[in-house]
Structures are given as structure tokens and as C-alpha cells.
T-cell receptor, first 114, second 111 residues
Framework: NAGVMQNPRHLVRRRGQEARLRCSPM?????VYWYRQLPEEGLKFMVY????????ESGMPKERFSAEFPKEGPSILRIQQVVRGDSAAYFC????????????FGPGTRLTVL | SQQGEEDPQALSIQEGENATMNCSYK?????LQWYRQNSGRGLVHLIL?????REKHSGRLRVTLDTSKKSSSLLITASRAADTASYFC???????????FGAGTRLTVKP
């Protein structure tokens, strides 16, 4: 049973370009969470999605950031017109519906904006 | 991928008691972090302790780090029913700041 997959592992973009980060949850998991981690800081929650629904996007910046989790395919975190401050590690976690919703984390995507 | 181990896996205590959760890891770290997760919600960052620190406090939380034993503990004093959640430790390792999460400890605080 493969774990949570994220790709790419490293992504380099110039200012103004778009970044697309992908997350394939574990088999049987229908919940996906996205987190951002700045260097030497803890993870910060961004968004929580179930298939085709955004459940909680309280941690998402209001502009340039969007997330989706379609019926088929991976979850996508999209950052438009990237700026240097977007450079960070972005982690995805998945869980299945359960009392505690244990989350399993992917290896992360490291975004560098030049 | 999950790495590191929290222990115990589940802990049930009465309100007002202290709760201690432990975390062990295997490699050298830059820092270690503790998170809380309420059911159906995202992780909430609690405390970050650096590899050159031994103890850190935040309100009712106390975290210790023993790099010689590769272990950390999270103590919640005077627990409340609202502290019921899963608690995860995560280690920040290597030059690429790779994160490794444990499987978590489920804490239940009974009123």
C-alpha cells in the first residue's frame, strides 16, 4: 500500500509564474490536507478537502492560492503569479473517515521562487 | 512517510491530571515539533524545540528534548476536556529540512 505521493519533490519557478503541486492520497483515503512550512517554522494548515469539496480553507491566502481535489486524480495546490515569499515546503496529508482522522503525510514539495 | 514513534498510542485521563506523551526518533535532527489534531481538523502547531535546546514551555505545555536518547516528551499539565485530540511529533532532519511524522498519541480527557 503506497503512501501519500507528492510531486514534484522540488519545483523552481520565477516570479510571476504559476506553481502546481500534486498530491495523491493513500489508497482508500478521501480526505486531503495541505500545509505550508517556512524554514525553521512549524507546519501551517492551509486547506482541508474531501473529494470535490473544500471543507476548510481558513488557512489559505485570499489571493493567488487555490486547491482542488477532483473525483478522479490527485489533489492540486495551485499558486498563481508566485512571489519570493511563496518559497517554502508544501506538505500534503491524507486520511480516511474515522473518529480520529489520522493523517499520513507525503514527503513534501519544496518550492523555490527565484 | 511516517517515522518516529509516539508512545503511548492512546492515553485516557481525568480532567485535572497531567498527560505525558513521548516521541522517539532515529536520526540527527535540526528541530522537533509537536502538533495537535482535533478530529476532522488540520494539524495545529504547538511547540518547536531546536536540537540545542533541552526544554521549552508554552502555557500548560512543557516539551523536553534529549538528543542523546533521541527522544522528546510533551507534558500537558492540569488537563482539560478540550485537550482531547491526537498529538503528533515531527522531526526536521537533514540539509533539506525533511519532515518526519510519528503516528500520534490519542489523548482522551474525561470531564
Amino acid at each position: 500500500n503506497a503512501g501519500v505521493m507528492q510531486n514534484p519533490r522540488h519545483l523552481v519557478r520565477r516570479r510571476g509564474q504559476e506553481a502546481r503541486l500534486r498530491c495523491s492520497p493513500m489508497k482508500g483515503h478521501s480526505h486531503v490536507y495541505w500545509y505550508r512550512q517556512l524554514p525553521e517554522e512549524g507546519l501551517k494548515f492551509m486547506v482541508y478537502l474531501q473529494k470535490e469539496n473544500i471543507i476548510d480553507e481558513s488557512g489559505m491566502p485570499k489571493e493567488r492560492f487555490s486547491a482542488e481535489f477532483p473525483k478522479e486524480g490527485p489533489s492540486i495546490l495551485r499558486i498563481q503569479q508566485v512571489v519570493r515569499g511563496d518559497s517554502a515546503a508544501y506538505f500534503c496529508a491524507s486520511s480516511r473517515k474515522s473518529q480520529f482522522n489520522e493523517q499520513f503525510f507525503g514527503p513534501g514539495t519544496r518550492l523555490t521562487v527565484l | 512517510s511516517q517515522q518516529g514513534e509516539e508512545d503511548p498510542q492512546a492515553l485516557s485521563i481525568q480532567e485535572g491530571e497531567n498527560a505525558t506523551m513521548n516521541c522517539s526518533y532515529k536520526t540527527s535532527i535540526n528541530n522537533l515539533q509537536w502538533y495537535r489534531q482535533n478530529s476532522g481538523r488540520g494539524l495545529v502547531h504547538l511547540i518547536l524545540i531546536r536540537s540545542n535546546e533541552r526544554e521549552k514551555h508554552s502555557g500548560r505545555l512543557r516539551v523536553t528534548l534529549d538528543t542523546s536518547k533521541k527522544s522528546s516528551s510533551l507534558l500537558i499539565t492540569a488537563s482539560r476536556a478540550a485537550d482531547t485530540a491526537s498529538y503528533f511529533c515531527a522531526t526536521d532532519e537533514g540539509d533539506n529540512n525533511d519532515m518526519r511524522f510519528g503516528a500520534g498519541t490519542r489523548l482522551t480527557v474525561k470531564p
